[in-house]
């Protein structure tokens, strides 16, 4: 809560003054910077070009005008292709269990240390200026700096991919981007040339399936599980191979967003997700007291404020993998849990936001190809592609191949090669030998055996060359229906819903018949679920290239099942006005943070005075910062605020959404009275009187599904 407002405006002590046509100009004294061009040349007025007389013509001599707006012409750089949209912070890995009888990676050998990391958050599919809350898969890109050089762990949200071959990207990316002749829709899969290409391609059947359900909905980055999508291979000493998964867990758990949420949090806010992880860190390092010291911003960390995961490893040898009932080089394919534990041997915290989104977040250059010795490649032919496109896509958006001399992207330990030249070349051989071998400089850097990084050398039973896929790629089915039976009664419906939703905006009717027939490869109810929602009839079964297997549940790829019961990363929402009761807000906002959870105060207006006078600024205002921004709500308002609130569209929604959204409500007597009562809002276990906090509290950890069949359609 903002108590204590300052409206006194800083901008009258910068030295301001006016110009002959009344703009403002505010002169550097000695002890502030001074505005330079460049080539540190001093700026004397950044208002005005250099004119031949006041109303005459710009002179081309204007060297301060030139740069400046040739500077500004070139600013943008090529988007990302895929994961334009992303956000980023800084922290750190650490290792607290040695992976030594599996790897030489100091990274996963050497426990306790802290590495710093930078990690990326994107959604796939829009463009940079698209929003952060569509369904969408997510990509989850941390960039380790270790002490061998940096390790790219380039994965999503989601532990497996579309398609099996690389060759199929450009066809999936094509396929899922606008349009090309109309260019929309704009960060959507809810279209028909989507949905022509994955009837088409019976391998996509399982990361649909993920699209569809929950996880495509991120309640937020923090709440985010991240999977390496791809097997890689750990290298021991004795140089023995094992197979390896990389996962992060959330310690805020698996949480998300239902699709009514989604839609409407991206009208209000389209930088939900962006500006949550900003916030959050500011706020945890920071605190909302700007003048924090050390021991402060120590302290609030130490208190569970920042983002954390878990990361763990999922083992297995070649002897174990030719037992799995599917082949773990198809990066369509997951590892259940259940049949190969994710073991968990470090953690990685962010807790610094960038300096510079652009310098940073921007210019940050992920490629799989990037890790150190110990660590190595599978086989897998979607990774294989990648090694290339990834390094490749970095030389078209950044320039040059000197990418990887920008800070974001350089590593933080010692490094030496013979690269010269090239656009933005930033270092400065002082040597005449910039090849090898040599006997000129006896300085120049030369190989390590000892150090170097060493390719498996592994034996290839099938010397086969050709455009050949792996019979073993083929069963295309028995995943996606392992998902489906395993989820909660409320994500099976929630499924089903989507892909109703989806293809009932496909205007081609044999592509819906055709995805009919997928499904009913997957589940028979499910298929039944979405004809019946699109009005159809179920077709023949697809045909399938391989025996769909009845494979054991997994209860690992729930959502709503594994969602903790926690304030821990919440957001709570108090609806107050002029005259609320300060003591009684104060109490819920003392309860809801001592959870671990985090308050915003909402209000009619900017200011507001409290019954006791205490004037506070308000985080939202209602008419911008609906419901759906909130995990749980509260109303704490007098009754002749209530009774103009009840004639607010804006604040009847905040009720209703909240209501339909199955969420934790506490109210007031003058918000029963006046508003609730003109609602649709039934007094159930979750919607309680202010007097009620203790199981408010309780309430807010999680949602009552059980609400959702009473408030919505579902599939």
């Not at 988007?79 to 790897?103: D, N």
């Not at 940096?150 to 990316?173: H, R, S």
């Not at 120049?444 to 060359?465: H, M, Q, T, W």
């Not at 790829?557 to 005259?579: N, Y």
């Amino acid at each position: 809560m903002k108590k204590h407002l300052d409206h006194t405006d800083p901008a009258k002590d910068m030295n301001p003054t006016r110009g002959n046509g009344g703009e403002t100009h505010q002169r550097a004294d000695d002890d502030t910077k001074a505005l330079t061009t460049q080539q540190g040349v001093v700026i004397s007025d950044n208002q005005n070009s250099l004119k031949a007389g006041s109303r005459g013509p710009s002179l081309l001599e204007d060297f301060v005008l030139r740069e400046k707006i040739n500077h500004f012409d070139h600013e943008r750089i090529p988007e990302r292709i895929v994961h334009a949209r992303g956000s980023a912070a800084h922290g750190y890995f650490e290792l607290t269990e040695s992976l030594e009888e599996y790897t030489t990676a100091k990274i996963l050998t050497e426990t306790g240390k802290q590495i710093p990391l930078f990690t990326r958050f994107s959604t796939v599919a829009g463009n940079k200026g698209s929003k952060d809350t569509p369904r969408d898969v997510r990509g989850f890109a941390v960039k380790i700096y270790t002490e061998e050089g940096n390790w790219d762990i380039v994965g999503n949200n989601m532990p497996i991919f579309f398609i099996q071959d690389a060759i199929k990207f450009p066809d999936l990316i094509h396929a899922v981007k606008p349009e090309p002749d109309r260019g929309f829709p704009q960060a959507a899969s809810a279209h028909d040339t989507f949905w022509d290409f994955v009837s088409l391609s019976p391998e996509t059947m399982h990361n649909l399936i993920w699209l569809m359900s929950d996880r495509a909905l991120p309640r937020s980055f923090s709440m985010m599980e991240g999977f390496g999508i791809h097997s890689y291979r750990l290298i021991n000493k004795d140089g023995k191979s094992t197979f390896v998964r990389f996962h992060w867990k959330p310690v805020a758990g698996v949480q998300s967003l239902t699709w009514d949420e989604a839609v409407k949090i991206s009208g209000a806010d389209p930088d939900y997700n962006r500006r949550d992880m900003y916030e959050a860190i500011e706020v945890k390092i920071s605190g909302a007291d700007p003048d924090y010291n050390r021991r402060d911003m120590y302290e609030a960390i130490e208190n569970g404020m920042y983002f954390e995961w878990e990361f763990g490893v999922q083992l297995f040898t070649e002897e174990e993998a030719n037992e799995f009932p599917f082949d773990h080089l198809d990066a369509t394919k997951l590892i259940p849990e259940e049949m190969v534990p994710v073991k968990i041997i470090g953690k990685m915290v962010l807790n610094r936001n960038p300096d510079n989104f652009f310098a940073e977040t921007e210019q940050v250059a992920f490629c799989p190809s990037h890790l150190p010795p110990g660590i190595d490649f599978s086989n897998d032919p979607l990774l294989q592609g990648r090694l290339f496109s990834y390094l490749d896509t970095q030389l078209s958006r950044l320039g040059s191949p000197n990418f990887a001399q920008i800070p974001i992207n350089a590593p933080k330990c010692p490094f030496a090669n013979n690269q010269q030249d090239g656009h933005m070349q930033m270092q400065v051989p002082k040597t005449r030998v910039l090849y090898e071998p040599q006997s000129l400089d006896l300085d120049r850097p030369r190989e390590s055996v000892k150090k170097g990084f060493e390719s498996y050398a592994e034996r290839l039973d099938d010397n086969v060359k050709g455009r050949i896929r792996a019979e073993s790629f083929a069963d295309h089915y028995s995943q996606p229906r392992m998902f489906y039976r395993s989820q909660t009664p409320a994500e099976q419906a929630h499924i089903a819903t989507a892909y109703a939703f989806e293809l009932g905006k496909v205007d081609t009717p044999h592509v819906r018949t055709r995805m009919l027939g997928h499904l009913l490869h997957i589940d028979e109810d499910l298929a039944k679920r979405v004809a019946t929602a699109l009005g159809m009839e179920l077709p023949e079964p697809a045909d399938a290239a391989a025996p769909v297997q009845d494979m054991a549940t997994s209860e690992a790829v729930q959502t709503i099942g594994r969602t903790p019961k926690s304030l821990k990363g919440r957001l709570v929402g108090i609806l107050v006005a002029e005259g609320s009761n300060h003591e009684q807000v104060k109490k819920f906002e003392d309860a809801i943070n001592a959870q671990g959870g985090m308050v915003k105060i909402v209000a009619p207006s900017k200011e507001v005075k409290l019954d006791d006078d205490t004037r506070i600024q308000a985080d939202e205002r209602v008419a911008g910062a609906p419901s759906v921004f909130f995990d749980a709500v509260v109303s704490i308002i007098m009754p002749d605020q209530a009774k103009k609130l009840a004639e607010d569209s804006s604040t009847l929604d905040w009720f209703t959404d909240a209501y339909v959204h199955c969420k934790a409500i506490a109210y007031c007597g003058a918000t029963d009275e006046f508003i609730l009562s003109k609602l649709p809002v039934e007094k159930d276990e979750f919607v309680t009187p202010l007097a009620e906090l203790d199981s408010f509290v309780e309430n807010a950890k999680s949602r009552l599904w059980e609400r959702e069949p009473k408030v919505r359609d579902l599939a």
